[in-house]
């Protein structure tokens, strides 16, 4: 059989069977402490307790009033110790709330509600009350995503479960322990939306756990849900690459699968909305996977939202001497962590200990100009022209080559024999456009006001 796939991407070594055939174990800090960060996609949130609080699992500790806010709630039941700012992902600081254990498992779940005979915008509302956001990486509010707009049709609903990247295995997990939440997660996805049809993509290095999630299908009685394989090829679990590789369509430059009629769901995001539903349980546990070289024990985890990777070590995390490089995610896509003192988030797939063997330390080099970059690009971009537009701080230029249209998905700078930090110069050139354009409407807002 020919599996879709996409031109372009790479194939670095998977490194998943470290920890594909553990399942997942619920874990706990070893504190007894969380520290959860107050906004985890979305709008900005401020916290709702205060400090000395006592608060129950499940219950609301922040929010905000926007139509992209996404609760945050407690994820274990305890006093609010403090509130101020911590390491996250992404090495920055941002302001969490630090719960400690009471040792009571009191919780303040919803009602369960039945998806399909309540109103729709109940329904909507229930998916942003749960906190439910994209766990696949990206944190878009689910509720947005879901609420289609009146000017778009939606035919069908994909369930991203390619995981591309190289050692990640929790939604491989996810596809054998928890497939009939991940069907249940669909049916609703498509009733929200009005699709016919859903779609499970599916990597063909997965292919022993289509059997499984063809049984939850045939229980669920649903004969519009199908399974799809993909060529292992990294990145096809990107958006675009997905839409391309399943449907056939293309999303517009700087368009979203909407435009292209379909809604994309990460697999945990699917259980995500299963678990709101039937037990009216928001998202305040997350499934990892826990790897790498200098892991000693490679694994699959579930523990609260909050919990610090190095409240986990040596208890639940064993590592051997040597740590070369803590990444939060993927190798490809993940952020470098300057220590492993930060929290399990929503959108946190991963987080991998890597040894001098696993982790280019080659210093950058010169571009040779080889184009090796180009022929990488899955999305059709010229990454060696983006970056020298950036260098030479010519924006109009780097955006002319796509720098907007860059998933910074790292296949450019992972064929590059300069080691060039490619992604690192996209980023650069994205932030800078960024300020330029607030720049801009500040400008501008500032002027109407003199005109008026
Ligand atoms: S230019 Fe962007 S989209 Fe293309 S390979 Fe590089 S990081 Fe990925
Ligand atoms: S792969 Fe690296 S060395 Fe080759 S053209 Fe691209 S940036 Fe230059």
Request: aromatic share 4%.
């Amino acid at each position: 059989m020919k599996l879709s796939t996409f031109k372009g991407g790479v194939h670095p070594p998977e490194n998943k069977k470290l920890s594909s055939a553990y399942a997942i174990e619920e874990a706990m800090p070893s504190t007894k402490t969380v520290v959860i960060p107050i906004t985890q996609g979305g709008a900005p949130n401020v916290p709702c307790v205060s400090v000395g609080n006592s608060v129950a699992k499940g219950q609301i500790i922040a929010d905000g009033t926007g139509a992209f806010s996404v609760p945050v709630h407690a994820s274990i039941a305890g006093i609010v110790k403090k509130i101020e700012p911590h390491l996250v992902t992404g090495n920055t600081e941002a302001l969490c709330i630090v719960i400690e254990a009471d040792g009571t498992d009191r919780t303040s779940y919803l009602p369960p509600l039945d998806p399909f005979s309540c109103e729709k915008s109940a329904a909507i509302e229930r998916v942003r009350q749960c906190g439910i956001v994209g766990m696949g990486g990206a944190a878009f509010p689910a509720h947005v995503k879901l609420n289609v707009p009146a000017d778009k049709t939606i035919d069908c609903v994909i369930a991203n479960a390619a995981e591309c990247e190289p050692y990640l295995t929790i939604d491989e997990r996810a596809l054998i322990e928890d497939a009939d939440k991940i069907v249940d997660g669909l049916a609703i996805s498509m009733y929200l939306t009005g699709a016919k049809r859903a779609v499970i993509a599916v990597e063909n290095n997965k292919a022993y756990a289509v059997e499984n999630i063809e049984q939850a299908i045939a229980k669920s009685g649903s004969s519009n849900i199908s399974v799809k394989l993909l060529k292992t090829k990294y990145p096809q679990g990107g958006e675009k690459l997905l839409v391309k590789a399943v449907l056939g369509r293309e999303i517009p430059s700087r368009k979203l699968p909407a435009d292209a009629g379909c809604v994309i769901q990460n697999v945990g995001t699917l259980i995500a909305m299963s678990d709101a539903f039937r037990l009216g349980k928001p998202l305040i546990e997350r499934a990892l996977t826990i790897s790498g070289g200098c892991c000693e024990t490679p694994k699959n985890l579930r523990v609260p939202v909050g919990t610090l990777i190095g409240d986990l070590i040596p208890e639940v995390i064993k590592l051997k001497p040597g740590v070369k490089k803590i990444i939060s995610g993927g190798p490809m896509m993940g952020f470098s962590m300057m220590n492993a003192q930060f929290p399990v988030q929503k959108n946190t797939s991963g987080v991998l200990f890597l040894s001098e063997k696993e982790v280019s330390l080659n210093a950058e080099t010169p571009c040779i100009g080889c184009g090796n970059c180009v022929n990488a690009c899955p999305c059709r971009l010229t990454p060696v022209m983006m970056m020298r537009s950036v260098k030479a701080e010519n924006l109009d230029a780097a955006i002319k080559y796509g720098l907007l249209d860059c998933n910074e998905c790292g296949a450019c700078a992972y064929v590059c024999p300069a080691k060039v930090r490619l992604v690192q110069y996209f980023r650069l050139g994205k932030m800078k456009n960024r300020e330029i354009m607030e720049k801009n409407k500040a400008n501008a807002a500032e002027a109407q006001k003199g005109a008026k």
